[in-house]
């Protein structure tokens, strides 16, 4: 098992809050949110960031975008939501295993603005 935080997440090996799984991804709660609504799209494949992944890995991703959207909405986020994804130390990427940040409502700080 690698030092991955994200893939220990993924093989129940350290708790989180789930709100959605299915074969391809994870949905989860960020421990420390950064608007009122705060969670985090984990592929379960491991690749550090958007320029690392394959092409296969990219068409998954974008069925997982549009998945997660569609739950976004049914979780109330009609009025709004941003999707963000960190690439890099510039962009203060902090867990090295592509993530997709949702937020919805209010910023609770600037990081993602
Ligand atoms: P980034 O800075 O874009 O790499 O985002 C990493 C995100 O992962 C941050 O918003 C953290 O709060 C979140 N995070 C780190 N560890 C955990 C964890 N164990 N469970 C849930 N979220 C986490
Ligand atoms: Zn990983």
């Known amino acids: 098992?690698?030092?991955c935080i994200f893939c220990k997440?993924?093989?129940g090996l350290i708790p989180a809050q789930k709100v959605f799984e299915n074969e391809d991804?994870?949905?989860i709660k960020d421990i420390n949110p950064q608007a009122k609504i705060h969670y985090l799209l984990l592929p379960k494949e491991h690749y550090a960031n958007i320029i690392e992944m394959t092409e296969e890995q990219a068409?998954?991703?974008g069925k997982c975008l549009?998945?997660?959207s569609q739950i976004a909405n049914d979780l109330g986020l009609q009025g709004g939501f941003r999707l963000v994804s960190?690439?890099?130390t510039d962009a203060r990427q902090t867990v090295g295993h592509l993530h997709i940040h949702i937020l919805g409502g209010q910023l609770l700080s600037d990081?993602?603005?």
């Open 66 to 68: 549009k998945t997660l």
């Open 9 to 11: 997440i993924i093989a």
């Open 1 to 3: 098992m690698s030092e």
């Open 59 to 61: 068409v998954k991703l």
């Open 86 to 88: 960190n690439k890099g």
């Open 111 to 113: 990081k993602m603005a």
């Open 25 to 27: 991804m994870l949905i």
